[in-house]
């Protein structure tokens, strides 16, 4: 069992913006409760279960479905990504400071797949094979993606949060939203770019999101192995 495994919501939410994620979706009620609670544990998957009527009938159900599921592809591919770079052993070449910026990330993204597929259900689309072709095999590379993996998060949830037609949903999205504009803040201070580009953020349509992700060629159709020194992981 992996370390991240034993994590709790508190310990990776410290400013408590995830908890506010899970008690727009779940209640507040319940997302006190899961305070303490590991994040890979039953109990926390248990009481994530999709609220009823979360995503119930109603005339923008269908948007609203496919919105989340967007949402929970791309989540898949950085919390992949942050995961990738630890099992290769990237992160730990890194300094502390990047360390602890690089595993605090990671463990984000991984909640934020977590409690995506809960709200979901059996509506949660399938994680596909991704192939980072090499870029987690250097601090460098690393870095310079988790960058612009970051901005364009927060892009792609700037734009899609007004969209969410169910009032807890967009309140939920709302709530990533300022955890992942954190994650930008934080990860351009790492790499010594300044933290806030423009007084304006442009958020991005679904569509010019996704023509970005296909550039990247970062999903593939099934696991990819290199010959390189180390074998590639797929997230």
């Given at each position: 069992m992996s370390a991240e495994a034993?994590?709790?919501l508190e310990q990776v939410d410290r400013d408590g913006a995830l908890l506010e994620a899970v008690a727009a979706i779940a209640g507040a009620t319940r997302a006190e409760l899961l305070r303490g609670a590991a994040l890979g544990g039953?109990?926390?998957?248990a009481a994530l279960a999709q609220p009823e009527g979360a995503l119930g009938a109603g005339r923008g159900r269908a948007r609203d479905t496919a919105i989340l599921n967007y949402g929970l592809g791309f989540e898949y591919m950085q919390a992949g990504f942050y995961?990738?770079?630890e099992s290769l052993g990237t992160i730990r070449g890194m300094s502390a400071e990047r360390q602890l910026w690089a595993r605090t990330l990671g463990a984000h993204e991984r909640a934020?797949?977590?409690i995506l597929k809960q709200v979901l259900g059996k509506r949660a689309v399938r994680k596909p094979f991704f192939d980072y072709r090499g870029v987690t095999e250097s601090p460098v590379d690393f870095t310079r993606t988790a960058v612009a993996m970051e901005d364009l998060t927060v892009a792609l949830?700037?734009?899609q949060a007004p969209r969410m037609s169910d009032r807890n949903l967009r309140a939920a999205f709302f709530s990533?939203?300022?955890?992942e504009a954190r994650h930008a803040a934080w990860a351009r201070r790492i790499v010594g770019v300044v933290p806030v580009a423009a007084a304006l953020d442009q958020p991005k349509s679904l569509a010019e999101v996704d023509r970005f992700v296909?550039?990247?060629?970062?999903?593939?159709d099934r696991p990819q192995t290199g010959g390189r020194r180390r074998p590639r992981f797929t997230g």
């Open positions: 034993d994590l709790t039953a109990a926390l998957l995961t990738e770079a934020h797949v977590r949830l700037g734009g990533l939203l300022t955890v296909r550039s990247t060629r970062f999903i593939v």
